[in-house]
């Protein structure tokens, strides 16, 4: 392809079109030398196409003569080039000059990114810079995010460029270099290479194109004049900073980044996986044991991924982006933290409750889903791993006594309702394993066969566990995440062989619930009742205060029961003075003066009121707003083959259960809830950003 070159010279300044024009005959095969005669603006009679006004403003100072004549030389510039047809041309100013690489990378920067309308390729600084893409040749090309960089010695342009700079540009209101600077002004896709491609002559010193080395301190105006300039710059700086920061577009609304490939993982080695891999299941380990690793694990997985992100990613637009999702983390993150400092100083008397850290968590939510990308490699071999030390633990974590239809005992759970939990999800995750394995093409029939019995041994054990545990709102959260499950099935897998594995979990649930229909009845039958007689209330009754303490005064309600509703009906008389924002982080002061005295637990025993009492119905609001989003970047993830439906078929169930058990448990304050909602939330972002790594999504943010 021969590429047009139009050089700008003086027609006084014979001898630099002769050093520029050496140095292409010398190093620019394929070139063709063009001269623009540049306009002497010391000797123009008459001088159009400006904005005194406008430029004396925001430039502080006077136009000089040297400015124009550049200004106008490089309108020339771009005419000529429209009016000779080539698809790309490169045009110059007469004090810069090709070297031995200049012809190979420029070449490789239209080869590399051919949708580009200005690519500078000299400047005098490129702090900060933001990558989109590495030609062959090794040049780097993005964008600064401070600027201007200087000069407009050298740039290729494509003819959408060229059009759009002289539609935008056609009025003189700043410096041509600094003007064209400003992509999100003239909306040409502009970049920059991070090194110059070609070289500076000698004659950079004493160019008349631009006057850059005089008349500046005689031309500014007095320093109150130059006020408007500073608030222009001030401004200017910071839209250049925003736009920066941001993707670049292609005209369609898809992210230019997609050209130069997809997000590229770094290297990992076999230990790395390995460590990796460990620390996941450590992460994952309060479903076997209650304590508080996961913390630590999270913690590392996040310091981890920032460092790479900080080092290497930021600086990258192919990076992943943490959306409008991971902007609403931060922003509640930072809703949460003024409530604290509110509290802490104005009502410093009125102290916090506890537990209320964990209200920070959404902050680590992105972050963790980086993390997820970054380091988990081989999730089904973690899945593998996950599965036969649940059997253990549930084979030999609890102590059974199935004959004499007593309670399980739990050995490593704080209590039998915790471990009950932990089991739900447990027999959900082994449905879905069971699922996936079956249809995993990879697998010998051996191993398919081996993994599946262990798919299988492993939800009938997490099913006796839950049958021995006696805990109602488990057995509650079961008969409704059981059938979504199946639901999902029908509905995501077209594999005749997935439906009929769900349907005989399924029949095992059932006479599960058949064989146990007696106890079923004597643990919950009264709980049961009592619930239904509530809820008729409720539907039906004004005051709810007064159904409530109709239902704790029935002597037909439990003891455990009449205990939750006083809480219950406690934290509903605190919410209720403040049901959008809800008391606040010092809750427990107005606790003090709560109706029912006589129970003195602070533990909430219902998820949703535990947000609500803190943060009333806005909290509500960004958890279920949050969990619609995961729901559905899950789902995209799964329609792109992205994740396996089996993932999300469990995704929603456990979602599902674990919605359903915070209804008569405060899960979220427990560990097993916390770190759910952090894998959960977290695997969200994961697959947010495996739709961005195959271009599914664009999103507009910084970071």
Known sequence: MILPVFVINMASQPAAYKTVAASIEAYGQGFQLHRIDAVNGHTATQRIGIDDARFDAINGREMLPGEYGCYRSHLKALESFLSDGSPYGLILEDDVVFTETTSARIHDIIKSLPDFDVVKLVNHRSPLFMSLLETDAGDTIGRAIHGPQGSAAAYLVSREGARKLLSALSTMELPWDVAMERFWHHKARLFSSDENILAFSSHSEISNI????????????????????????????????????????????????????????????LTGELIAAI??????????????????????????????????????????????AGLLCVAWTFYVLARFAYIYLFYPEMGTGSAEGIYLFPLFYPTLGFALLLFIRRPFLIAVAFMAISLVI????????????????????HNPIHAAVSSGFIALCAMAFGIHTLNRNTLDTRARVVLCLLALA??????????????????????????????????????????????????????????????????????????????????????????????????????????????WANTLHIWHKNPIFGAGVSWLHYWEKRPYQQTDFTLLHNGYLEIAIRYGFLGLLFYGVLTVWAVRCTWQATRAGLIDSAAFQCYVATLVFFAVTILSNSNVRLAIGESYMALAFGFAFYCQYLLQQHNRQYPRTYF
């Not at 084979?395 to 007593?406: A, P, R, T, V």
Request: proline fraction near 3%; aromatic fraction near 14%.
């Open 394 to 413: 549930l084979i030999f974590g609890f102590h059974y006594d199935l004959l004499w239809n007593e309670r399980a005992v739990t050995l490593l759970q």
């Open 279 to 324: 620390s996941l299941l450590v992460f994952m380990s309060t479903v076997w044991v209650e304590t508080d690793a996961y913390r630590y694990i999270a913690l590392g997985f996040v310091v981890a991924a920032l460092i790479r992100y900080a080092r290497t990613d930021f600086w990258k637009y192919e990076k992943p982006m943490v959306g409008w």
């Open 210 to 269: 631009s006057d850059q080395n005089s008349g500046y301190d005689e031309a500014k105006h007095p320093w109150y004049m130059r006020l408007r300039t500073s608030l222009f710059r001030t401004f200017d700086y910071y839209v250049r900073v925003h736009h920066t920061l941001l993707q670049p577009q292609n005209p369609d609304g898809s992210s230019m980044k997609s050209q130069s490939g997809a997000y590229k993982l770094p290297g990992i080695s």
């Open 458 to 567: 492993t939800f009938i054990a997490a099913l006796i566990a839950i049958y021995s545990l006696y805990s109602k709102g488990v057995w509650l959260a079961m008969a409704i995440a059981f059938p979504t499950f199946v639901v999902l099935v029908a509905l995501t897998d077209k594999s005749q062989t997935s439906r009929m594995a769900a349907l005989v979990c399924i029949l095992i649930g059932l006479l599960s619930v058949f064989a146990g229909e007696h106890i079923l009845q004597r643990v919950g039958g009264n709980t049961a009742n009592t619930s239904w007689e509530l809820l008729s209330d409720l539907k039906t009754g004004d005051n709810i205060m007064q159904d409530f303490d109709k239902a704790i005064k029935n002597p037909e309600t439990g003891l455990s029961e009449r205990e939750r509703l006083m809480i």
